[in-house]
C-alpha cells in the first residue's frame, strides 16, 4: 500500500534564502507523486507533479522537484523564496492502481523577513 | 472553467445537531472526495464517490456519511455533532480514472466550528 512520509512539520527559513521541502514514499509499483500548497483558510492547489519522464519537474511560483526513484523521495526545492511562500505544503502519491492520492502530513513553511 | 464550489464556507453547529456539507466538482468530473483537516491530524481521508456510487471510504464512525448524485454534485452529513467534529471540511474532484488521472482539484473549504 501506498505512504507518505514528510520529514519535517515545520522549516523556517529567512526570505531569499533556498529551501528544500522532503517527501519519502513507500510502494513497490509506479507511482504519480504531487505537491500541493495551501494558504490559510483556503483549499489545497497543485504546485507540480511528476507523471514519467523527465525526473526534474518545474511547477508554479518557481518550485521545483526531484524524483528519485532510488530513494522513493520526491523533495520540493525553491532557490530563493519570498514571504509569499509561507504556506501549509503536502505531498502526495497515488499508485497505477488507486484512484485517489495518499497525502503526508504536511510541511508548514515559514519564511521570516 | 469553474473550480470546486463549497457551500456553505463557515458553519456554526450546536453539540447534537447534524450538518450537511455541499460541493460541486468540476465540470465533467466523476470524482468527488471529501477530507477533514484539523491542526492536530492533519489532513484526513473521508470517502470518495464515483458515479453516485462510494468507492473508497476512510477510517470515520458512521455518524460521517455522503452521496452523489446524478450530475456528480455530493453532499456530506455528520450527524450527532461532537466537539472534535470542528474543523475544515475539503472537497476534491478529479476526472475518476485513476492513475496519472487522481489529481485532484480542491474547493476552498467549509469551516465547521461545533459549540
Known amino acids: 500500500a501506498q505512504s507518505v512520509t514528510q520529514l519535517d512539520s515545520q522549516v523556517p527559513v529567512f526570505e531569499e534564502a533556498p529551501v528544500e521541502l522532503r517527501c519519502n514514499y513507500s510502494?513497490?509499483?509506479?507511482?504519480?507523486l504531487f505537491w500541493y500548497v495551501q494558504y490559510p483558510n483556503q483549499g489545497l492547489q497543485l504546485l507540480l507533479k511528476?507523471?514519467?519522464?523527465?525526473?526534474l519537474v518545474k511547477g508554479i511560483n518557481g518550485f521545483e522537484a526531484e524524483f528519485n526513484k532510488s530513494q522513493t523521495s520526491f523533495h520540493l526545492r525553491k532557490p530563493s523564496v519570498h514571504i509569499s511562500d509561507t504556506a501549509e505544503y503536502f505531498c502526495?502519491?497515488?499508485?497505477?492502481?488507486?484512484?485517489?492520492?495518499?497525502f503526508g502530513r504536511g510541511t508548514s513553511l515559514i519564511v521570516h523577513p | 472553467k469553474a473550480g470546486v464550489t463549497q457551500t456553505p464556507r463557515y458553519l456554526i453547529k450546536t453539540r447534537g445537531q447534524q450538518v450537511t456539507l455541499s460541493c460541486s466538482p468540476i465540470?465533467?468530473?466523476?470524482?468527488v472526495s471529501w477530507y477533514q483537516q484539523t491542526p492536530g491530524q492533519g489532513l484526513q481521508f473521508l470517502f470518495e464517490?464515483?458515479?453516485?456510487?462510494?468507492?473508497n471510504k476512510g477510517n470515520f464512525p458512521g455518524r460521517f456519511s455522503g452521496r452523489q448524485f446524478s450530475n456528480s454534485r455530493s453532499e456530506m452529513n455528520v450527524s450527532t455533532l461532537e466537539l472534535g467534529d470542528s474543523a475544515l471540511y475539503l472537497c476534491?474532484?478529479?476526472?475518476?480514472?485513476?492513475?496519472?488521472?487522481?489529481?485532484?482539484?480542491f474547493g476552498q473549504g467549509t469551516r465547521l466550528t461545533v459549540v
Open positions: 476534491a474532484s478529479s476526472p475518476g480514472l485513476g492513475g496519472p488521472n487522481t489529481e485532484a482539484f
Open positions: 510502494s513497490s509499483v509506479s507511482v504519480y
Open positions: 511528476y507523471l514519467s519522464g523527465s525526473t
Open positions: 502526495a502519491v497515488s499508485e497505477g492502481g488507486s484512484y485517489i492520492p495518499t
Open positions: 465540470s465533467g468530473h466523476r470524482s
Open positions: 464517490y464515483f458515479s453516485e456510487t462510494q468507492r
